[in-house]
């Protein structure tokens, strides 16, 4: 489909661009960092026995890469629809990790075969909500009754808050690009409903970051930042990097991260 050749060029050229970079993908070092960091601590969390463990839009492999090597009990699956990307992922030669090509939409795995899935801003590529909700449906299918999804995605309401904060500031708004589409909060809990509980990652352990865990660098990088250079955007700047001790106030971030527990 034509919306979707978009995509497929835009991967096709971080592929080329970044190679085995954990830049792939997400070229703000603040934001790459604590998505890596969230998803090892939420396996840290859930390492109590051995895993089936799938990582769909698995990109170039690099956070698969950090997992298999730390949580070596583990079988890993990465799942992506980029040949380049997944060429990649191939070459880092892990060794309880398959790559196999595919998509969301239709995971050719049987059925209740993973206890954990995990997604990293892979949603967001597919362009049509009935297509995401068909993908969340997949998603249920594979996992085991009680399994975990960990979705890192981006949702509208951050987006929303996000602007009108720069809108206050006399700042332009922000728009998505054209290879995502943002999830909504009232369509994601209507597709869960009765299938998963949605849950914030720090209420399945108090030692992960809140969904928001990304709110006050984009506050910062997003609002702050452009209002000091006067609307110029430029991502691991010196004056970014030094707030970003901030704990995550408030919802400025549209990706956030969500657990859902399959019922």
């Known amino acids: 489909m ?5 995509v497929k060029k835009r991967y096709e050229a971080e592929a080329r661009k970044w190679g085995d970079s954990p830049s792939s993908t997400m070229d703000d070092e603040i934001i790459r960092s604590r998505e890596t960091g969230l998803i090892v601590k939420f396996f840290d969390v859930c390492e109590n026995r051995t895993l089936k463990v799938a990582d769909i839009g698995c990109g170039n492999g690099h956070t698969l890469s950090l997992l298999a090597r730390q949580f070596i009990h583990n079988t890993y699956w990465g799942i992506d629809n980029s040949p380049e990307l997944l060429a990649i992922a191939r070459n880092r ?14 995971l050719n795995f049987e059925n209740e075969f993973f206890d954990i899935i995990y997604t990293q801003r892979c949603l967001i590529n597919i362009l049509d909500w009935e297509e995401q909700r068909k993908a969340l449906g997949e998603i249920h299918r594979a996992l085991k009754p009680n399994g975990l999804y960990l979705m890192v995605e981006c949702f509208t309401d951050g987006l929303v808050n996000n602007n009108r904060a720069r809108s206050e500031c006399g700042l332009s708004e922000l728009k998505e690009t054209s290879h995502n589409k943002y999830l909504d909060k009232q369509s994601l809990a209507e597709a869960a409903s009765g299938r998963f509980t949605i849950m914030e990652p720090n209420q399945l352990d108090g030692r992960l970051p809140p969904y928001n865990f990304l709110s006050s660098h984009y506050f910062v990088a997003r609002v702050l930042h452009p209002l000091v250079t006067k609307g110029e955007q430029m991502k691991n700047t010196e004056f970014v990097k030094f707030f970003s001790f ?6 400025y971030s549209p990706i956030q991260a969500h657990v859902l527990r399959k019922q």
């Open 93 to 106: 030669q892990l060794g309880k990790c398959e790559f196999v090509e595919g998509n969301a939409c239709c």
């Open 246 to 251: 901030l704990p995550p106030i408030g919802n």
């Open 2 to 6: 034509k919306k979707y050749d978009t």
